[in-house]
């Protein structure tokens, strides 16, 4: 069956048809790196890696694009408060959130262009527009987006949002990256250097200065995904005006359709109340750690609300996803045992029929990634699971087969099984003892010993420096 999205483009739910299959060209808007990312933004980033991994468990070939923003007001701003230089005020933040994208085992984007790192493109993409005619220099050395120009060369400025027209005023320009769709302007490609920005500009052919945001990711997204490309996601807050003038700027330079499908995550409530700093309800994710929850508890919080539902975070929601995890993992525990089980079981009738847990997965997440439904059919699953080992009813064949299904499932998913990357004591401990054997040349025990331990799912691998076990 195939995946249906709700593109934010056509504002409905529509069949994900990419342009050249099974490739597909995915954009992100990354993190401006002049802070933690705080829980909010966590939920993008988690909503992002859920669709990158669906789309790679139906056979996509997916090419992953997340911006680094290293430019922006906001940044320079803190630069001079901090009396620092922008690499090493933005590196620290960038580091930081790499740290907290590995926490919450978000796979890493395959690429990662940093908007300082590509001033040549973002320059060569402004000279485009000005030369079609659609931006132009201001008295104080800006260049600007001329929305009239684009208008009135047939595009349609309002692709994402319905603007309306009749308020805007004509001739007004906005020079910060961050306005409301009332004052809907002109806004800046390239701003012209100001005393605020103390050291941090680039020569260009329109003078020193610096780009303005919203470029910056057409120049990066449009540089390796191509004029054209499948996805491009964010959190709903940058529908206007960035996204909205990310399409006007690329499709302003290329004339060719810039994304096909844009999908938005909705907004973060923190225990029922809009995020905030006086209200001590904005956690960044090392304020949660600090409070001893664990990315994968976070990841799965985040991850089971649906990305277009405005999504309530409580601590207390935090406590309910350790407790759905701890079931999951005792599942697994039990299915793991029973697959290495080798004693014969009484034969019952039916105890090698399988235990399905993707037909219901993939139906929900088809569904527009209905994530409710796919975690429904997950806990279905264990509850049947459950069942049939509690009856005796599952033969280790089965219950191999059945986690063969848990871990595609969790390929999808990402949240693991706690005891994967651990060693279990009895393990290390039969390699150990097989170790010795190898010394005192037993070579019959030793060879016992990794029958054994493959029977547990255990590889072990000799080298010079000793022995590594690898769980299969
Ligand atoms: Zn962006």
């Given amino acids: 069956m195939g995946l249906k999205l709700f593109n934010t483009l056509a504002r409905s739910v529509q069949e994900f048809a990419p342009l050249d299959p099974p490739k597909v060209g995915m954009y992100c808007c ?213 996204h909205e003038d990310e399409i006007a700027q690329s499709e302003g330079a290329t004339q060719k359709t810039f994304v096909k499908y844009w999908l938005h995550g909705a907004h973060l409530l923190v225990e029922g109340k809009k995020m905030s700093k006086s209200l001590g309800n904005f956690f960044t994710l090392r304020d949660l750690l600090a409070k001893g929850f664990t990315g994968r508890e976070v990841r799965y919080l985040l991850l089971t609300a649906h990305y277009r539902e405005t999504f309530n975070f409580t601590l207390e929601g935090l406590n309910g996803a350790k407790t759905a995890l701890a079931r999951i993992d005792e599942c697994v525990a039990k299915l793991r045992d029973r697959a290495a089980d080798m004693l014969s079981l009484e034969k019952k009738p039916g105890q090698h029929s399988a235990v399905d847990l993707l037909p219901s997965f993939t139906a929900a997440l088809d569904e527009d990634l209905n994530i409710s439904g796919a975690c429904g059919a997950v806990f279905e699953w264990i509850r049947e699971v459950n069942r049939r080992l509690a009856e005796h009813s599952l033969s280790p064949t089965a219950a191999e087969t059945a986690l063969i299904e848990w871990e595609k499932t969790d390929s999808v998913l990402g949240i693991g099984a706690k005891s994967e990357t651990e060693i279990p004591a009895d393990i290390s401990a039969l390699a150990e003892a097989r170790a010795a054997a190898k010394k005192a040349k037993d070579f019959k025990r030793s060879d016992e010993i990794r029958d054994e331990l493959k029977s547990k799912g255990w590889v072990v691998e000799d080298s010079p420096k000793g022995f590594k076990l690898k769980n299969n």
């Fill in 30 to 242: 990354g993190p401006t790196v002049y802070d933690f990312a705080h829980i909010g933004n966590w939920r993008t980033f988690v909503f992002t890696d859920l669709v990158r991994r669906y789309l790679e468990f139906k056979g996509y070939a997916v090419t992953h694009v997340m911006n680094i923003t290293d430019i922006e007001d906001k940044i320079i701003k803190r630069v001079r408060q901090n009396k620092t230089t922008l690499p090493e005020f933005t590196g620290k933040f960038e580091i930081a959130f790499f740290e907290d994208l590995k926490t919450l085992n978000c796979l890493s984007p395959h690429q990662t262009p940093r908007a300082t790192e590509h001033i040549t493109e973002i320059i060569s993409l402004i000279q485009k527009l000005i030369a079609r005619g659609i931006a132009y220099q201001s008295a104080d050395g800006s260049v600007y987006f001329s929305i009239e120009k684009y208008r009135g060369g047939g595009y349609n400025y309002g692709q994402l949002l319905k603007l309306n027209f009749d308020e805007m005023r004509p001739g007004e320009r906005v020079k910060s990256d961050e306005y409301a769709k009332e004052s809907i302007a002109d806004f800046a490609l390239w701003k012209a250097r100001a005393p605020d920005d103390g050291d941090i500009f680039w020569p260009s052919p329109f003078g020193e200065g610096r780009p303005g945001w919203h470029i910056e990711c057409s120049a990066m997204s449009m540089k390796i995904l191509g004029a054209s490309f499948d996805l491009h996601l964010g959190g709903e807050d940058l529908i206007f005006p960035h």
